[in-house]
């Protein structure tokens, strides 16, 4: 399994704002997906998009892939102060292992 | 369903200790996967077991071990426990299918190595 490297390391907006983080990989995926982790806690998993998709929608949230850049973003729209955590990206070649980089701390502010 | 669940939630030990920690996944899940997470490394892979066979290892050194039951659950030990053990150590299941690759964490086992 190979690494995802997100940018920004941490981004502060107000609550209202959409935030957008980005999630770049080396090498080819079956699928890449998104990770949330309130501090301290566990991970929870946001949205799973498959290499032949371009984009996906759940809520308040929008995945886009592009594997020619293999880069992918992810935007959360209208953000709440609950959305502060730590988002994380994990490029998958289809198997259980997942390997993933340090995150984007998103601070989302009353 | 049931989440997957760990115990214990906080440990403490000392240097030289031995620690067992334990992964229950969703029911029906036949792959569980370790991670350890500190903040100078992030999340980093430990191994993964499917059908109670190791199928994916990460780089640790050998006294990092584990197993998996016939029920899924599986355990992590830790032998010979070193301060830069300290780490939330996380679990997570999955079905191992390819097609279904999402995974489903637990809380996490924070353990504290004085």
């Known amino acids: 399994s190979q690494q995802g490297e997100e940018d920004p390391q941490a981004l502060s907006i107000q609550e209202g704002e959409n935030a957008t983080m980005n999630c770049s990989y080396k090498?080819?995926?079956?699928?890449l997906q998104w990770y949330r982790q309130n501090s301290g806690r566990g991970l929870v998993h946001l949205i799973l998009i498959r290499s032949n998709e371009r984009e996906k929608h759940s809520g308040r949230l929008r995945v886009t892939l592009d594997t020619s850049k293999k880069s992918s973003s992810l935007l959360i729209t209208a953000s709440r102060a609950a959305d502060t955590a730590s988002y994380f990206c994990a490029p998958s070649s289809g198997y259980s292992t997942l390997t993933f980089g340090k995150g984007t701390m998103l601070l989302v502010s009353p | 369903k049931a989440g997957v669940t760990q115990t214990p939630r906080y440990l403490i030990k000392t240097r030289g200790q031995q620690v067992t920690l334990s992964c229950s996944p969703i029911?029906?899940?036949?792959?569980v996967s370790w991670y350890q997470q500190t903040p100078g490394q992030g999340l980093q892979f430990l191994f993964e077991y499917f059908s109670e066979t190791q199928r994916n290892k990460g780089n640790f050194p050998g006294r990092f071990s584990g197993r998996q039951f016939s029920n899924s659950r599986s355990e992590m030990n830790v032998s010979t426990l070193e301060l830069g053990d300290s780490a939330l150590y996380l679990c997570?299941?999955?079905?191992?299918?390819?097609?279904?690759?999402?995974?489903?964490f637990g809380p996490g086992t924070r353990l504290l190595v004085l």
């Open positions: 029911s029906g899940h036949r792959s």
């Open positions: 090498t080819s995926i079956n699928n």
């Open positions: 997570a299941s999955s079905s191992g299918r390819r097609g279904q690759e999402t995974q489903y």
